[in-house]
């Protein structure tokens, strides 16, 4: 889940660069995802609540960070 919301995080700032490269972002969670279930430490019912929970709260910080450089007016990234 905090692999996956930062990864969201980071994608949605890097998408205003315009960055072809941002998708390679979620290659890290995805392998960390992989390795969980291959190890048979989760579930895929459990990998899957978490990826759903990191893209929600990625998304939600990602507002705040919005919101916050609108009111202190810091220019984004």
């Not at 998408?15 to 291959?38: A, C, D, G, T």
């Not at 990998?47 to 507002?63: N, P, R, S």
Request: glycine share 6%; with cysteine.
């Amino acid at each position: 889940s905090n692999n996956t919301g930062i990864a969201v995080f980071l994608f949605l700032i890097l998408m205003q660069l315009k960055n072809r490269y941002r998708f390679w972002i979620f290659l890290f969670p995805l392998i960390i995802e992989y390795s969980r279930m291959y190890l048979g430490v989760h579930y895929p019912s459990d990998i899957l609540c978490g990826t759903l929970d990191g893209i929600l709260w990625g998304f939600v910080f990602y507002k705040v960070f919005q919101y916050l450089s609108k009111k202190w007016n810091v220019e984004e990234v």
